[in-house]
């Protein structure tokens, strides 16, 4: 139920991404991104380095959600927005551009005009984590941003999580919020999927990852057709 006088979504959200990009609650994390901030990588010398926690982007009218792993440490830990900046988001807003989900295939900078369209994208760790591998308690320290974006984004009748960590993000975050399942929980896996509870499914897909997409794990067309089966559900 939305609370009289509450604020509109795209208010509150801003309101949720000030928070997190304050947010100082996994100390391993902090200093790992400041590291990488001020060593950075050769080919962006000439960069200031965002190094904060990245906060969600997208449509706060969303009928899907993708639900991703940690910001990359050269990619958004860099720029400052999802998936922005590297191969994986390379990978993702070209996806989405194909679906008519994105106005741009491409995505280098916070500032550059993409904008997408039914898509809302976050994370299950919004700080860049050394070798990609946040701990359970800092996956945990993030998990009430995703309560709040659960409870904001009112039109997302579809979370597609990217990886099994992503998945696994997604569950406890539907347990949390009163989901009971009762159709049964399904095992992770690329085109996985099972219903969270009357309103809202889950959908895997394997992550878009460079270790993937160059290895042919996750093909465009792979991809492509999971994206088919989320605005299916989502209608």
């Known amino acids: 139920m939305v609370a009289v006088n509450a604020p509109p979504v795209a208010d509150s959200l801003k309101i949720l991404s000030s928070g997190i990009i304050e947010c100082r609650r996994c100390p391993r994390l902090r200093d790992y991104c400041d590291e990488i901030g001020r060593e950075k990588r050769r080919a962006?010398?000439?960069?200031?380095?965002?190094a904060k926690p990245v906060p969600g982007f997208g449509d706060p009218k969303a009928a899907i959600w993708i639900i991703g792993?940690?910001?990359?440490?050269?990619?958004?830990?860099?720029?400052?927005?999802?998936?922005?900046?590297?191969?994986?988001?390379?990978?993702?807003?070209?996806?989405?551009?194909?679906?008519?989900?994105?106005?741009?295939?491409?995505?280098?900078?916070?500032?550059?005009?993409?904008?997408?369209?039914?898509?809302?994208?976050?994370?299950?760790?919004?700080?860049?984590?050394?070798?990609?591998?946040?701990?359970?308690?800092?996956?945990?320290?993030?998990?009430?941003?995703?309560?709040?974006?659960?409870?904001?984004?009112?039109?997302?009748?579809?979370?597609?999580?990217?990886?099994?960590?992503?998945?696994?993000?997604?569950?406890?975050?539907?347990?949390?919020?009163g989901c009971e399942f009762t159709e049964g929980k399904a095992s992770f896996g690329h085109g996985a999927q099972m219903r969270l509870n009357s309103n809202r499914w889950l959908i895997g897909s394997y992550h878009v990852s460079q270790q993937n997409t160059f290895t042919g794990k996750l093909t465009l067309v792979m991809f492509d057709k999971v994206l088919d089966r989320c605005r299916d559900l989502s209608k």
């Open 44 to 50: 962006f010398v000439d960069w200031s380095y965002w």
């Open 69 to 177: 792993l940690a910001p990359g440490a050269h990619g958004a830990n860099r720029t400052g927005r999802v998936f922005t900046g590297d191969r994986s988001g390379d990978f993702l807003f070209a996806a989405l551009h194909r679906a008519g989900m994105a106005n741009q295939p491409h995505s280098t900078h916070r500032e550059e005009g993409l904008s997408l369209r039914g898509v809302y994208i976050s994370a299950a760790a919004r700080c860049a984590p050394p070798g990609n591998k946040p701990l359970p308690i800092e996956i945990a320290n993030c998990g009430p941003f995703l309560d709040r974006e659960w409870h904001l984004l009112q039109n997302a009748r579809v979370l597609l999580a990217l990886g099994k960590i992503g998945w696994d993000a997604a569950i406890a975050l539907a347990m949390r919020n």
